[in-house]
């Protein structure tokens, strides 16, 4: 069984959700639709949308209900991810933004927030109140989790339970809800809705979690950034956290080179070996795998049915990836 | 009768929809919780929410059922506000952007999206799906007039049609849901919601007529900003769509001044001088008066109670206001 199978049995199901995603983000307008189509054409793996197929399994399962289910939370991503661009695009044009780089950053704030109401008005497609409560929660988190990361940027004082609580918020939480609502759409038994819940909420930990390894550990041409990109832009994650925790000394480096707004290549390449050195990536990776662990526990409780197998099988791609 | 009467016989009221607004834009996050009640004692004449109670008025009266339509209507009108200041911030201070500014947009941008999913959150209280329909059309609507505007600016070829379905978006229509959605919570009459509709229509059309003319013949107290403030920033409002449609050579003089990027405060006041001499602002304050003149024929087909002349006594207000 691999990933690749995975998508291979859904993809019947994964195309209408596609074409549906393709129809809703139309717009009575070009610039909209455009900006739209042009972030969906863009792709990604679709992981929210494969968890609620996946989650539907263990109940009554139904594509036309399901997809009302899975459109929404595609959208949600896809909005916060716009609305991450806005950001990123500020930043690093920083002091030569152009009429034109701030003509995309306006329209692609108002494309976010297009997504968004769409998200929500297709939810509504539910009588079941407490879809729409879950979603609007899980929403209203991650713009919590959003402006959490900003005000923890720069600041090296923070715990490991900052960390956890922020990625659990931006990352996390939609990953568990789309697991449970895809189980809630298709009427299953409310403890397999909460197994389920958990489920997703332990993937998305180990998820979050492999990727900011991945952010030090990356070459340029992999991660399509240069390598400590979380770093430089004052965003603190587990291994630099490991590693200020573990030595006084890394911590005063760190703080020093970041906070120095002259800073040169050399310098960031010195810190980031130092992190490297401290065992903070080894460290965050075996707390990846306590969550992916935690996460198979989960499904250990669930009826054995093909789609606990898959769920397996995308928790372990996602905690083990590469890139 | 004046206003300031009308808001004294709500005053009870509207203080119930003030404490809620407040209670519901508390996050379990500082900054958030901050930035937001910042926003909201910033105030605002809580139009929205007036319009919400008297149409209430002409079914079942209840400020329980009316709030939880007054509070996320004016969270959405707050949401948009926030983000309108996002670009605002990031043009004022074009190539000189600050640390703590981009901290600001930032905040800024997410608090706006908070909001925005507080107020559809509140919305779902209602079992009636017609409310979140009308609710998030509403806010998508929004979305689109705001991108047309971005879309429209410096385009010197627009015509009014444009013009005029731009401002329904960005301004006409959410005053026209107020007036309809606090009908349909109070249960009144299919035939008073939908002229309730068209009265707030009609009374947003001249509300945004009347604000773009203030732009041109305020004085840079009155406004916050200085005058022309609108077209320096390529907004093209009717009072410059009336100049240009009369007279080819003002409109090259708009173009050819709007169009240099090193333009002086000289250049600017010669273009508006020539825009006010062309008889702009009279002509647009004629359909201002239009659309306020529908909006009160709306209402004599209401039935006669005391709301009726409230919402004639707001309409004028914001018809013929000067600031």
Not at 69 to 77: D, K, R, T
Not at 213 to 229: E, M, N, R, W, Y
Request: aromatic letters at 10%.
């Amino acid at each position: 069984m691999k990933l690749a199978d995975v998508y291979y049995k859904l993809q019947k199901d994964i195309n209408i959700i596609e074409k549906e995603l393709e129809v809703t983000v139309q717009a009575d307008h070009v610039t909209l639709s455009e900006a739209s189509t042009q972030l969906l054409k863009a792709g990604g793996k679709r992981i929210r949308p494969v968890f609620v197929l996946l989650a539907g399994k263990f109940g009554d399962y139904d594509i036309h209900s399901l997809k009302n289910i899975a459109v929404p939370l595609e959208l949600i991503h896809m909005a916060s991810l716009v609305h991450d661009d806005v950001i990123d695009d500020a930043e690093t044009r920083r002091g030569k933004r152009t009429v034109k780089a701030q003509w995309d950053n306006r329209v692609a704030m108002y494309t976010g927030d297009y997504i968004f109401a769409r998200a929500l008005e297709i939810s509504l497609y539910f009588e079941n109140p407490k879809i729409h409560q879950i979603l609007s929660y899980a929403m209203m988190e991650m713009c919590i989790g959003e402006v959490e990361q900003i005000r923890d940027q720069y600041n090296w004082n923070q715990n490991f339970r900052n960390y956890l609580r922020r990625i659990k918020r931006k990352t996390a939480l939609l990953i568990a809800v789309s697991c449970e609502l895809g189980a809630i759409a298709a009427n299953a038994p409310l403890h397999i809705q909460k197994r389920l819940y958990y489920f997703g909420y332990f993937v998305g930990m180990s998820f979050q979690i492999t990727d900011d390894v991945l952010d030090f550990i990356g070459t340029q041409k992999q991660l399509g950034k240069p390598a400590g990109s979380d770093l430089l832009q004052g965003n603190v994650t587990l291994p630099a956290l490991y590693a200020m925790d573990k030595d006084p000394e890394i911590k005063r480096l760190i703080m020093e080179t970041l906070d120095d707004p002259y800073v040169d290549k050399l310098d960031i390449r010195n810190v980031l070996d130092e992190i490297k050195n401290s065992g903070g990536i080894e460290y965050s990776l075996q707390i990846s795998d306590m969550y992916l662990n935690k996460a198979f526990r989960c499904l250990e409780e669930l009826p054995d049915i093909d789609a606990k197998k898959y769920l397996y099988e995308i928790a372990s791609y996602i905690g083990k990836r590469k890139f």
